[in-house]
């Protein structure tokens, strides 16, 4: 005891001196420092991590976009046909690497990462077609093998054949019948008018139906090949004379084949959810699901014309009849009087090959300052089905000369993020979005939790119009930003934002007469980081005037005529619409990248919700609900607390906004609940039929009825079969999540 006792001693001992150290320290800091002089400086890294954009260097930025630049990438990017896989393909992936490599404007690194994908490609020695066959097995006709020779472009040697990936190889032949465009109500319409299916080979017009469900609708009726073709009233506004298209216009000639993949799903057929590496797991080939069970092959309107033309039966209705110069008949098989005796058959001769290559992805980084840790994704594909000046080379020459531009200033210590940037050039998307879709699965939980958004420009330019954007709530608020501060081409006068209102616009309950956000489906790169990992999303282009053309879209697509020399001359002479869009994604990107706080509005997502509610909240709908004691009462609920705490973390963020030196550890509260908002939307186990769809908002729906797709469905579903517990086990799913959306909003000490 006597021991603990003096050990006391010196440890009070020891306090007292302590303490009378750090008085006298203080006293002296008090009086030696003289007044009025600062104290030591801050140190670099306490501003840097407070630093919000600059909005001097964006408007360098934007000065800096050189239509000259985009035009000569684009020249270079198109000028060989370079489908996945090819060696076009193989050398553009080295030009890009060359690019970000660049020691005066590269970025900081740049990778290339290979996957083992499953393809489609035609027989070079045995040419798919379409015949029409005698009776004494001699062929009357045969459809083009190639394009027409319009332009020295189509001469080359590297020009695929038209075909249908993923169409399986076959000879079928039987009686021809027009079925539109191929949806499950067209054969339905056709058997209704007394035609028997079984046995047909069946054309039918793109559009209305993807390319695969033309052939899985056709099957299930009996119908044993199918050829499909691009109807000049579908893309060319009803002209189909070789004088009125390419070369002389931007229409679609008439040997013009649109190529495609016929696959209902993305990502790589083989390794659904796992990236398609060379030790990875694949489902055996007859598991496939969502492609042709039978033999199709597209042909361009001339040789469609040669088959409707002369075919028998009654005619087809007024929406069914199109522009190639005749009365579309029903089939089955061909008339009298017409050029083919009425006992000919039709014969569809395909002898594609699946099999495994290996694909690229190029994949370039600008380290962020401060939070290196947040990824903003910038991406488009690559690949093309022929030299793909349009789709998707508009959007990578667009890509290159932001990367210039941004890596230029890097390399200055000019510039460098807040945050992370990649970029990504995806290969093999025509086949099915594969490339994205792979980076996706390899680097799911990193991307999922350190992605801030994605910017997809695939086609960057459709046409000359006017700015076209698609995108998820969240991303509305910075892309309006943006096209307010750039100007629409051949007219400084007007911001794009103007302009785009004028063409595609709204009324917003909360903003009055706006731009048109349009809603992501699966058309490009975007649909993995949507649908998939819940990251705010937004594809990005310029396009038509629609009071001007009924184009589904621009008409040489995927055809041998998208080519410089059709892009120049027809799309965009001048190149400033390309320059256009450059700036616009350039300027949000740099917002998304810079900008202290994320300049993601969670409120619009509120909207949103209201109006998808409100198009279920119908006296139909409703009373149908109640007969089966369903009540949408707890969904007006869920919306209503989404709408309160994002109205509450907009306060917060204001709060911040007024602070003259705000917390970092706040700031990144706040971006993490930003960020991290669409990925409450996901529920994996909300659509099982349905791979990689699990966002309850955006997934797609085949009801007419704009309300919540799953809810849609199940509800149109139910009317017809009778199944309402999956309408109520849907309104579930839909009220977790918004549930769970705004409890991400919410103070984070609640």
């Known amino acids: 005891m006597a021991e603990c006792r003096k050990n006391w001693k010196y440890i009070l001992l020891a306090v007292l001196s302590g303490a009378a150290v750090l008085t006298i320290g203080i006293l002296l800091g008090h009086y030696a420092i003289p007044k009025g002089t600062a104290g030591p400086e801050a140190p670099s890294w306490l501003h840097s991590m407070s630093q919000d954009l600059d909005e001097d260097l964006l408007r360098e930025f934007m000065n800096q976009v050189e239509a000259d630049n985009i035009r000569e990438n684009l020249r270079i990017l198109s000028s060989k046909p370079h489908m996945a896989t090819t060696d076009g393909d193989k050398e553009l992936v080295q030009l890009l690497l060359n690019r970000w490599r660049n020691p005066e404007s590269g970025l900081d690194s740049s990778t290339e990462a290979v996957y083992d994908v499953f393809l489609s490609f035609p027989d070079s020695e045995k040419p798919n077609s379409v015949a029409v066959v005698l009776e004494n097995g001699t062929q009357a006709f045969t459809s083009r093998q190639k394009e027409e020779n319009l332009t020295a472009d189509q001469e080359d040697q590297a020009v695929v054949q038209p075909y249908a990936a993923y169409a399986p190889p076959g000879n079928p032949q039987g009686k021809l019948v027009y079925a539109n465009q191929g949806k499950l109500s067209d054969y339905q319409n056709l058997v209704q008018n007394g035609i028997d299916l079984n046995g047909t080979i069946a054309i039918t017009r793109y559009g209305g139906a993807g390319r695969a469900a033309k052939a899985i609708n056709g099957a299930r009726f009996g119908v044993i090949g199918v050829v499909v073709y691009t109807d000049p009233g579908d893309i060319n506004d009803k002209k189909a004379s070789a004088a009125e298209t390419y070369p002389y216009s931007w229409y679609l000639p008439p040997s013009g084949v649109e190529r495609g993949s016929y696959s209902n799903h993305f990502g790589d057929l083989l390794t659904p959810y796992y990236p398609a590496k060379d030790f990875t797991y694949r489902i055996p080939e007859d598991q496939i699901t969502g492609i042709p069970p039978i033999p199709t092959q597209p042909i361009g309107f001339e040789d469609a014309r040669t088959l409707i033309c002369n075919l028998a039966g009654p005619a087809a209705n007024d929406s069914w009849q199109g522009s190639l110069g005749c009365i579309y008949n029903l089939g089955p098989g061909f008339w009298a009087g017409g050029l083919f005796p009425n006992t000919s058959n039709v014969q569809v001769n395909v002898y594609n090959q699946r099999r495994i290559e290996k694909s690229s992805n190029v994949l370039g980084l600008i380290r962020g300052s401060v939070e290196p840790d947040r990824y903003v994704l910038y991406g488009n594909h690559r690949d ?367």
Do not use: C
Request: a negative charge; zero cysteines; hydrophobic letters at 40%.
């Open 384 to 750: 093309s089905w022929v030299h793909g000046a349009i789709d998707p080379s508009s959007g990578t020459a667009v890509m290159l000369e932001i990367t210039r531009i941004l890596g230029k200033m890097v390399k200055e210590g000019k510039w460098r993020p807040r945050r992370s940037i990649v970029f990504g050039s995806w290969g093999a998307e025509e086949f099915g979005l594969i490339g994205s879709t792979e980076y996706t699965e390899e680097f799911f939980s990193k991307l999922q939790q350190r992605s801030v958004a994605y910017i997809n420009v695939d086609i960057a330019v459709f046409a000359n119009a006017t700015l076209r954007v698609q995108g998820t709530p969240p991303a509305q608020s910075v892309v309006f930003k943006a096209t307010k501060q750039v100007q629409t081409p051949g007219d400084n006068s007007i911001p794009v934002y103007d302009n785009w209102k004028l063409h595609f616009n709204r009324s917003s309950s909360v903003y009055g007469i706006i731009p048109s956000l349009g809603s992501l489906g699966a058309g490009s790169d975007y649909a993995p980081f949507v649908h998939y990992l819940g990251i705010t999303s937004m594809d990005i282009a310029y396009t038509y005037d629609r009071s001007k053309t009924s184009a589904r879209i621009y008409p040489a697509y995927h055809t041998a005529f998208d080519t410089f020399d059709y892009a120049n001359r027809f799309i965009d002479p001048g190149f400033t619409s390309h320059q256009t869009v450059a700036r616009t994604a350039g300027n949000i990107l740099v917002r998304l990248a810079d900008t202290l706080i994320l300049p993601l509005n969670v409120t619009d997502y509120g909207e949103m919700l209201e109006q998808m509610y409100k198009a279920a909240d119908q006296e139909a709908i409703v009373t149908d609900l109640m007969n089966h004691n369903i009540s949408l009462a707890p969904l007006q609920a869920a919306i209503a607390q989404f709408k309160s705490a994002a109205a509450g973390l907009d306060q917060r963020i204001a709060s911040l906004q007024e602070e003259d030196s705000p917390s970092p550890l706040h700031i990144r509260m706040v971006n993490d609940q930003l960020m991290l908002l669409e990925r409450a939307f996901l529920n994996p186990r909300a659509f099982p039929d349905e791979y990689y769809y699990s966002h309850i908002i955006m997934a797609s729906r085949s009801s007419t009825i704009a309300t919540f797709p799953g809810l849609a469905d199940a509800y149109s579903s139910a009317k017809e079969l009778g199944n309402w517990e999956n309408v109520h086990h849907h309104l579930t799913i839909i009220i977790q999540a918004i549930e769970n959306a705004a409890s991400i909003l919410e103070p984070v000490d609640q």
